[in-house]
């Protein structure tokens, strides 16, 4: 089990918009720290698409949004494309056994 | 651009070791704001931290060491000392350490990634 939990699956329809959460706890994600989420097509190392809970790198489409509210953080992405069609993880730290601590990652399909 | 190459076999006996070398281009082992990481994923266990190293100057100039509650005691990962990289050594495999293997630079997240090494444990 992770010790951040995802959905394992959501979809939507091309143009709608889905969310994806991260819940955690008081030692991880309630403490304060940063969560970060990745975007990972198959058969290709993962890639950042959310820093800082909120921020994305260059390159990434404004479409993808993330937020954080005490023990859970979120990712939003509106006007779904086919080519969004990824597996999504969740990374943030924690105080407690596993300094660096992963969601079990949720499938996005698009319907 | 900051670039992982990764390299390293893709078949290990179980009880040996695995080794696995990371090197960096575009950037410094020795950086004072960025961690050097490795992940691994399988099925089974899903996108999976292993440790990272570091170094800082900030009192005295030293290594730091992080490693996962689930391989701490097997994992040793070492930076480069003559040449800039950093490497993985996972001892007493089983086929339970089967995955593809990740190494990644922690700037702000992670934010650079090798190209993954699937490794298999079997004998």
């Known amino acids: 089990q992770s010790v951040l939990t995802q959905p394992p699956s959501v979809s939507g329809a091309p143009g709608q918009r889905v969310t994806i959460s991260c819940t955690g706890s008081s030692s991880n994600i309630g403490a304060g720290y940063d969560v970060h989420w990745y975007q990972q097509v198959p058969g290709t190392a993962p890639k950042l698409l959310i820093f800082?809970?909120?921020n994305r790198p260059s390159g990434v489409p404004d479409r993808f949004s993330g937020s954080k509210s005490g023990t859970s953080a979120s990712l939003a992405i509106t006007g779904l494309q086919a080519e969004d069609e990824a597996d999504y993880y969740c990374?943030?730290?924690?105080?407690?056994?596993?300094?660096?601590?992963f969601g079990g990652g949720t499938k996005l399909t698009v319907l | 651009q900051v670039q992982l190459q990764q390299s390293g076999p893709g078949l290990v006996k179980p009880s040996q070791t695995l080794s696995l070398t990371c090197a960096i281009s575009?950037?410094?082992?020795?950086?004072?704001?960025?961690?050097w990481n490795w992940l691994r994923q399988s099925p089974s266990r899903g996108l999976e931290w292993l440790g990272r190293?570091?170094?800082?100057?900030?009192?005295?100039?030293?290594?730091?060491?992080d490693y996962a509650p689930s391989v701490k005691g097997r994992l040793t990962i070492n930076p480069g000392t003559s040449k800039n990289q950093f490497s993985l050594q996972l001892n007493y495999v089983t086929p339970e350490d089967t995955a593809v293997y990740y190494c990644?630079?922690?700037?702000?997240?992670?934010?650079?990634w090798g190209q993954g090494t699937t490794v298999t444990v079997s004998s």
């Open positions: 800082r809970n909120t």
């Open positions: 990644a630079r922690e700037g702000v997240g992670l934010d650079v």
């Open positions: 990374h943030s730290y924690d105080s407690s056994l596993s300094p660096v601590v």
């Open positions: 190293t570091y170094y800082r100057t900030q009192t005295r100039s030293k290594w730091f060491y």
């Open positions: 575009g950037d410094s082992v020795y950086s004072n704001i960025a961690a």
